[in-house]
């Protein structure tokens, strides 16, 4: 649990309860010793008390009218003397007129925490042997319940100042030291998605800013790994794509000719001489798989190399595409909103758009079972939006990106773009956002 609390919470919980206890511990400490200061305080008192007593007792035995003096002595005490006389028709409590007076500033459960010592010391006086009172002495501890009340309040409001003092410094300190922490910390967050341009603050401790120093050049190294990473999948990129366009010309130029040439043969073998027997049917056989031949190959040029974005555009290239599947899978109703200004585009990025486009039309195709598709491709400012969705069943958990979308994953990375495949609303969403560089009217930089 103590691991779960904040920074501030640990600094300032053990400086709350160390104040804390230290008041408790004076409040004890000032109970105990408070007690056996009173009676130390007072037992002069108590001692002239019992003297007064035995002097009184002497001069009642030596007066001839003992009542007399008694009653002038009481007199003369008055009320705000620490000696009171008890008379035995009193009973064994003192007068409702003598005892211990509290200040009116001192709090009764002050005096109630306090353990007042028993200040009745009572000498008894005598009268013709008879015992007739006491002779009690009642100190006023006003005064020193003030003083302990005064010190009470001294010591808490030193306690009290201390703690907000050292609170102040501690958050002071606390943020002055949270704050880098928070800056590396949400330098760090920065790093782990990518943002390497931002650098952290180098502030606080020297600990702290050697830290902060640290990540700075991590971040660095890690773009410049990530910089080259990027140039060896653009080159890895444009190799493939040199290898597809070698690839292309070879099947069309030397593939091409010969399916022809096959193809002019037998027609003209089939108009040349009438059928006989089997052979007719086998001629038309011949015909016929040397068409899907043609239509196979000129299936393979379109995914290895679709010649036409260079000589119609890319919008129109998509829109073939997009006729094309529809003729492919005419139960999938598939809509589209396709920007112009994607002709505009030339290049990796042309190819690299109409890649993603084409593989992800080719997933709904061969393993959504889906019943609507949707395309859409538009430019905003400088990025390029790409989103394929459809209302099929999905895709497996643990397996995001197959071999053709992971193809196209390396494609836009290395146009430092991003691709994502997920599900919501029962749809799934293939999104690709793509940085808009230069469009093909711009000359290219020397």
Known sequence: MWQHLS??????????????????????????FATGQLADENELGRHSARAVAAALNNTLRASD????????????????SDIQFRPVEAGPEPSPTAGPRKPHSVPQWFIDLLTIPDM???????????????????????????????????????????????????????????????NLGAGLTRIRR??????????????????????????????????????????LVSLQDDERRDLARELHDELGPLLFSIRAGTIALIEASPPVGHLGNTAQEVLQSVEALQQTNRRILDRLRPLYIEELGLETSVQTLLRNFRKQAPHIGLTATVDPGLNGLDGPLAQTVYRV??????????????????????????????????????????????????????????????????????????????????????????
Not at 14 to 32: E, K, T
Not at 422 to 441: G, M, S
């Open 7 to 32: 920074f501030r919470t640990q600094l300032f919980l053990p400086l709350g309860v160390s104040f804390l206890a230290a008041l408790v511990m004076g409040g004890v400490l000032l109970q105990s």
């Open 65 to 80: 009218n003992p009542r007399q003096t008694l009653d002038a002595f009481v007199h003369s005490l008055g009320t705000s």
């Open 120 to 182: 009745d010391a009572a000498s008894p006086l005598i009268i013709d042997g008879k015992r007739v009172g006491d002779l009690v002495f009642l100190p006023d501890l006003s005064v020193d319940l003030f003083e302990k009340w005064i010190g009470f309040l001294a010591l808490t409001s030193l306690i009290a100042v201390l703690t907000v003092l050292t609170g102040t410094i501690a958050y002071l300190f606390a943020e002055s030291a949270l704050r880098p922490l928070q």
């Open 194 to 235: 990518g943002d390497y341009a931002t650098p952290i603050p180098v502030a606080g401790p020297p600990e702290i800013r050697q830290s902060c120093e640290e990540a700075n050049a991590l971040a660095a190294t890690l773009a410049r790994l990530s910089q080259d990473n990027r140039d060896l999948l653009h080159r």
């Open 357 to 446: 486009i084409q593989e992800a039309l080719t997933n709904v195709l061969r393993h959504a079972a889906a019943r609507n598709a949707h395309v859409q491709a538009a430019i905003s400012g400088d990025a390029l939006a790409i989103e394929i969705s459809d209302d099929g069943g999905g895709f497996l958990e643990g397996n995001v990106f197959g071999r053709g979308l992971t193809g196209m994953h390396e494609r836009v990375r290395a146009l430092s773009g991003s691709l994502s495949l997920l599900r919501a609303d029962e749809r799934t969403y293939v999104r690709c956002r793509l940085p808009v560089q230069r469009t093909r009217d711009e000359p290219a930089q020397s």
